[in-house]
């Protein structure tokens, strides 16, 4: 690459140019002197590089090091408010119901009838499942990730969990298979979905 002149290095810069992609590298890579082992960024992308140096010598070319100031993505937070109805205990709850003034109570309209409703549910949920709240990271979804993933995954998590409260090798084996699938449906999805883009870009350089 030291040699402007040559015209395999020209053609290389062109194509280079080409494709918007940037060398880093200026200093000598091989013991001849020259600029053989390169460092090469997309121009748009927002990588910030220190200068390559020569950190080691492995055989006739030099390792060569750079440190990279990668941008960090920034996600969005949002609050939840959620209960955990599974926790509620039915039976006591049934029973907190019947013993509290909606069902020992005689209502002569409707509307009074109403507004015990709403707050004696609210006050017996209340003290069952309470009201909870977290914060969770917004991320962006991936274009690959189908609905059909999100149920094969929901379907390993819930496998998963079975498995760790059981401790049956049968509910072992079930979550290690959902698994497995999981993991081949995903890699065949990012698989097709980057294939595909690249069919499309074909004849397009600019792409």
């Known amino acids: 690459m030291d040699k402007m002149r040559d015209p395999d290095s020209s053609r290389f810069n ?9 060398q880093h590298v200026s200093i000598p890579t091989h013991e001849s002197g020259h600029t ?27 390792a060569i090091r750079c440190f990279l100031d990668l941008p960090k993505t920034s996600f969005t ?52 499942a309470p009201t909870l709240t977290k914060v969770i990271t917004v991320r962006p979804k991936v274009p690959w990730f189908t609905d059909e993933l999100k149920t094969l995954r929901s379907r390993c998590r ?15 084996l079930t979550h290690r ?3 497995n699938n999981y993991s081949f449906q995903l890699d065949s999805a990012k698989r097709m979905y980057y294939t595909s883009n690249i069919q499309k870009c074909q004849g397009d350089t600019k792409k």
């Open 14 to 22: 062109d194509i280079l140019n080409t494709f918007s992609l940037k």
């Open 36 to 62: 053989l082992d390169l460092i090469i960024t997309r121009s748009t992308d927002d990588i910030e590089l220190s200068p390559p140096y020569a950190a080691l010598k492995l055989s006739d070319h030099w």
């Open 77 to 128: 937070t949002e609050e939840l408010t959620y209960r955990k109805y599974r926790s509620i205990d039915v039976e006591q709850f049934c029973a907190d119901i019947s013993q509290s003034s909606l069902c020992n109570s005689e209502w002569l309209d409707l509307g009074s009838l109403v507004n015990c409703y709403d707050h004696t549910m609210n006050t017996i949920l209340n003290d069952h």
């Open 158 to 172: 819930k496998a998963e969990r079975t498995a760790r409260r059981s401790g049956l090798e049968a509910d072992d």
């Open 177 to 179: 298979s959902l698994r």
